[in-house]
């Protein structure tokens, strides 16, 4: 401290010390210093690269298996704050979209950035409500599956074909385009699904009805039989409107990650959402709301509750739908998924599966094992018990989630394709194989 010096220089002396939002690095290898800015709580990797031993050498990386500590971009579309559970869209809570809005708004939000006007939800409505036709070949794509094939195989399948329905979707860049690529693909997937139902009950195609809601149509196309028109149950066709919207966007998730990722090579948004739907079939991701069925099913009653919990903590089963990587509190989207679920049940009967569900619950959060690794119920736990009560075969439920999910998908896509700092995505390794060494012929070898 500078006695002469008023503190107040000091103090700003020392202010800006603290203030300067930079890194300072010291290689101990060779005592290289450097100094790296930091922007929005994070330095980007490339500026590490100056730090060297040799000046040849190739530069310092980060090694982050699995992205865990690691921003892919810059996103304005979802909000996450994992240890307060908040989920937002373009700012507005979950919550206060899941009472309010429709999904076909939310859809609208995630992709525009703004809630619609009337004029702007009624046009964007209509649209897609126009789109919601498939190319009567597909069907026969649909008709080469056996009846027991699992409908995410066929999704994937039958996405990645539209693809070549639509070849003018290669023009990624003219904004028109991805708009009319949008359409089709929000409006698309529900008949897709529908299709791929209808084909495992060997029931006829029911073709889109575009008097009724988003929701609506998609009840209707999944369970008109003889009526000459299908009214959709409102509390079911509600219940599926406010799952679609919890399901609709969740940041840099898996699926998300994989559209970005294949999105950046430019092919198509067919492919892309082909492959985030591929991604999302996996029991960790969006496969997990058909394997916490399967578990349910397997536990069998309650009175099995603690001799499966003990099995987890043996490290020998994981709780499906427990646990996040973000979420290290409640996921609030599961909160409302279980009120939801009485609001179902009373439609159509409670889901006995429910008790021995609220018991791994109840354990679950007594207990030290997932208490200490924060392990709570994610959106995947109790959706399940909703769409078997709702008719759904176990199948089925991953295609549930990759339906609303598609909006989010091309949200995080056009963003990347419109972020002058994205390109190509190509990440780098970590060599750990042999070195140089010299063929040796057949019969030399041991
Ligand atoms: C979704 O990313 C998203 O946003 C996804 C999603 C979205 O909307 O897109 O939210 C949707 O995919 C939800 C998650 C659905 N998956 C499941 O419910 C499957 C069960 N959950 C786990 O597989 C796991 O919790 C993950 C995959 C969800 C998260 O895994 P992480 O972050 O890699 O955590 P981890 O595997 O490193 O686990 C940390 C510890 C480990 O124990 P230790 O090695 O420290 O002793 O917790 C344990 C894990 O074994 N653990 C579990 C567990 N999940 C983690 N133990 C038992 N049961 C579980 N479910």
């Known amino acids: ?74 996103s304005k579309i979802t909000y996450i704050d994992g240890d307060k559970g908040i989920l937002r869209y373009r700012g507005y809570s979950i919550e206060e979209l899941a009472e309010k809005s429709t999904y076909i708004e939310t859809a609208y939000l995630l992709l ?66 991805r708009r009319k690529q949008t359409y089709r693909l929000i409006g698309k997937m529900p008949t897709l699904a529908a299709f791929a139902y209808r084909h495992s009950l060997g029931m006829p195609f029911v073709y889109p009805d575009n008097d009724l809601s988003y929701c609506g149509n998609f009840l209707n196309m999944l369970f008109r039989t003889t009526e000459a028109k299908y009214r959709p149950n409102p509390t079911l066709e509600r219940a599926l409107d406010i799952l679609f919207i919890l399901h609709a ?53 309650i009175q099995n509750v603690p001799a499966y919990i ?61 208490v200490k690794r924060k392990l709570y119920p994610n959106v995947d736990f109790y959706t399940g018990l909703i769409y078997q009560s709702m008719g759904f075969p176990m199948t089925m439920f991953p295609v549930l989630f990759a339906i609303p999910r598609t909006s989010g998908w091309i949200a995080q896509w056009e963003e990347m394709l419109l972020d002058p700092e994205q390109k190509i995505s190509r990440p780098r390794q970590v060599y750990l194989g042999s070195d140089l060494r010299g063929y040796i012929p057949l019969d030399n070898r041991k």
């Open 310 to 370: 003990k099995s987890v903590k043996a490290g020998e089963k994981l709780l499906m739908g427990f646990g996040h990587r973000v979420y290290k509190n409640y996921d609030p989207r599961a909160r409302i998924v279980k009120n939801i679920a009485y609001e179902v049940f009373d439609v159509m009967g409670i889901n006995p599966l429910i008790e021995i569900a609220l018991e791994c619950e109840r354990i679950a959060l007594e207990d030290e094992y997932f």
């Open 112 to 177: 525009h950035g703004e809630l619609p006007t009337k004029s702007q939800l009624a046009d964007w409505s209509y649209h897609v409500t126009h789109h919601t036709f498939i190319h009567e070949s597909i069907k026969k794509f649909i008709d080469g599956f056996h009846y027991d094939a699992h409908p995410m195989g066929m999704m994937i399948s039958t996405v990645a074909a539209l693809s070549a329905f639509y070849p003018d979707s290669k023009d990624i860049f003219n904004p028109e385009s």
């Open 249 to 301: 966007d969740h940041e840099q998730n898996c699926s998300s990650t994989a559209m970005r990722l294949v999105g950046s090579s430019h092919v198509d948004p067919y492919c892309a959402t082909a492959a985030a739907t591929a991604a999302l079939y996996g029991p960790l991701h969006g496969g997990a709301n058909e394997a916490v069925l399967r578990m349910l099913v397997e536990i069998g009653s």
């Open 1 to 74: 401290m500078n006695p002469t010096k008023p503190a107040t220089d000091l103090s700003s002396e020392s202010a800006s010390k603290t203030t300067r939002d930079t890194l300072s690095i010291t290689d101990n290898r060779t005592g290289q210093q450097i100094e790296i800015p930091i922007k929005h709580d994070t330095i980007r990797a490339i500026d590490l690269r100056p730090i060297k031993v040799k000046p040849d050498d190739f530069g310092l990386m980060g090694y982050d298996p699995a992205f865990t500590n690691t921003a892919s971009c810059q």
